[in-house]
């Protein structure tokens, strides 16, 4: 009896090549019987179903290194955007100071703390300013 069709949706059930398949002989009425997905998961579980297990060495998937010259884009990307950042919080600290909405000292002092990265955005920003007038 042929069961080509039966090893094909067997194959495309279980996911393995049609070589791994084996049919158990005396459950082979069971398997001819067999036409759905869901038939062929049940009787792999029942086990008239059997896959070969896999011989032979596997392929190795290599992680690949980083070396020296990759890095460097990522700094670049950080130090990007600490510019950008620092140079928009510095233009609105002058911006405020200029309007007079906030004294030399206080100015000064947020323009360190823009220095040394204290603030996440321009909005921490204005918070933070909020909170000195309070």
């Known amino acids: ?3 080509g069709k039966k090893k ?11 070589e791994k398949i084996v049919f158990v002989e005396s459950r082979l009425a069971d398997i001819k019987e067999a036409i759905t997905k869901q038939d ?3 009787l792999h579980k029942e086990g008239a179903i059997v896959i070969k297990a896999v011989k ?5 998937v290599r992680k690949r290194k980083r070396s020296v010259g990759n890095v460097r884009i990522r700094v670049n990307t950080r ?6 950042m ?16 906030l004294a030399k000292g206080d100015a000064d002092d947020i323009r360190k703390k823009i220095r040394n990265k204290a ?8 918070d933070y300013i909020k909170e000195l007038r309070k």
């Open 1 to 3: 009896m042929n069961l």
């Open 8 to 18: 094909e949706l067997a194959k495309r059930t279980l996911g393995v090549g049609k």
């Open 40 to 42: 062929i998961k049940d």
């Open 56 to 60: 032979g060495r596997r392929k190795v």
């Open 79 to 84: 130090k990007r955007d600490y510019v950008i």
């Open 86 to 101: 620092t140079r928009k919080l510095r233009k609105y600290v002058a911006e405020l100071k200029k309007r007079g909405e």
């Open 119 to 126: 603030f996440r955005s321009k909005a921490h920003l204005r």
